[in-house]
């Protein structure tokens, strides 16, 4: 006989329109501020005959807490996903289904878009279709660059990592887990713990990893990335079953938005003063990390207010906004740097390219959207739900809007400023990458 299936008490699966807001707002900063990486002056795929310095100080600003506050609202998400999933092992069939197949498809039909730009910089002669029948499915290094390569979609491959290792937690220790996390949301409820205990545990995880490994992106070699996102993804799922917490949030975000502006004012003096590859003594790269930690921490808290207090409500355009949030992470990346490859030679000047690069990659990103709600077989290659999913039985018309809404993905695609976008080592000089 087998064990009886552990059953888990879950919280209520009203939808939180305020994260999908904030979902939707990172995501269309993202694609604004990746165009611009093309004219910042930090390395990038891609890169314009002129920079702007102008650039540094706005984009410094975004660089901490783009990314963290992502992992956030995806751990928020997932745990909605969890509860409605029913256990651990559904969660972690959902979770495989809508992460990983699309991260297959990326891989083979928009990654080696970008990767072929890469080589064609360093002298690749051939065309495209030349480079994705014969060059691209290698393993090691080709024309400088290192193959295999997820490019921008690092982020699903992190995010899926962390649902299933969660899911494996929750399916070997059942119940205990959910307490635990519980048991954590009782203790940072009370007084101003919300706010300082979760920067100075991030902030000693960075600073002690700082000088000890490098700033490298990858799955098993970016423990400094590891420590930042897993305990913030762990926080969002959290919150999501702890209501308690958000009087927390609310008395917190007044405190966090006094940490941000003094976080930012370090961050930016220190990015001014040693820009580019420039190395700041050890002192200033400790306090730049710290500074980036508390500033990540605290935006996270005073937008996570903002969305519960004034972002919480419900729009018709909120729906297909959400929707399209993964398909236009997929596609944005690639989209931007195949156009400015073909585009920046014609020296068309910076407001005209700008609009270009912005316009262009909107255009496709849209055009392959409707390709997929359209065509049954391309929805779940491009983070969709199938058909099957999204038409509700019988049993399920009596569910809340909200929950007709059916899933929208925990897997904001939101690439950092300081995250390379490939496996690259990093930089020799030990500083965050701005890329």
């Known amino acids: 006989m087998t064990a009886p299936r552990e059953t888990f008490e879950t919280a209520p699966s009203q939808r939180h329109y305020g994260m999908d807001w904030l979902r939707i707002a990172a995501f269309a900063l993202l694609i604004v501020y990746h165009v611009a990486m093309v004219f910042a002056p930090w390395a990038w795929v891609i890169k314009t005959s002129h920079s702007y310095p102008a650039l540094i100080p706005p984009m410094a600003l975004l660089t901490p807490w783009r990314l963290p506050l992502l992992f956030a609202v995806s751990g928020y998400a997932s745990r909605k996903l969890f509860d409605r999933a029913g256990g651990a092992l559904p969660f972690a069939g959902s979770r495989a289904a809508r992460l990983l197949v699309p991260l297959a498809f990326g891989m083979a039909a928009f990654v080696p878009i970008e990767m072929w730009v890469r080589v064609l910089e360093t002298g690749y002669p051939h065309g495209y279709l030349h480079f994705w029948a014969l060059d691209y499915w290698r393993i090691g290094t080709f024309y400088g660059r290192a193959f295999p390569s997820w490019e921008h979609l690092w982020f699903v491959a992190y995010l899926a990592t962390y649902s299933l290792l969660l899911a494996a937690v929750i399916g070997w220790q059942g119940a205990r887990v959910i307490a635990l996390l519980d048991r954590a949301a009782d203790w940072l409820v009370q007084g101003p713990r919300l706010l300082w205990v979760p920067i100075a545990a991030l902030a000693t995880l960075r600073l002690g990893l700082l000088f000890l490994v ?44 006094a940490v941000t502006v003094v976080a930012g004012a370090f961050i930016v003096a220190i990015e001014v003063a040693y820009p580019g590859t420039a190395i700041p003594p050890h002192a200033l790269m400790a306090l730049d990390r710290a500074a980036r930690v508390a500033m990540a921490w605290s935006v996270i808290v005073v937008l996570f207010h903002l969305a519960e207090t004034w972002w919480n409500r419900d729009h018709r355009w909120r729906k297909p906004l959400a929707e399209a949030v993964f398909p236009f992470y997929i596609v944005h990346h690639p989209a931007i740097v195949l156009i400015a490859w073909y585009t920046l030679p014609l020296e068309l000047g910076p407001a005209t390219e700008f609009a270009l690069l912005l316009g262009g990659t909107l255009a496709i990103c849209l055009v392959v959207w409707a390709m997929g709600r359209k065509v049954g077989w391309l929805r779940p290659l491009i983070g969709l739900a199938s058909k099957r999913s999204a038409i509700a039985p019988a049993a399920a018309q009596h569910r809340t809007a909200g929950e007709r809404d059916g899933e929208v993905a925990a897997l904001v695609g939101l690439d950092a400023a300081h995250r390379g976008a490939s496996d690259e080592p990093a930089a020799v000089d030990t500083r965050e990458a701005r890329a």
């Open 214 to 257: 490098p700033e490298r992106q990858g799955l098993v070699s970016d423990w400094g990335g590891h420590s930042q996102y897993v305990p913030i993804f762990l926080f969002g799922f959290t919150l999501a079953g702890a209501p308690r917490l958000w009087p927390a949030i609310a008395r917190a975000w007044k405190s966090a938005l």
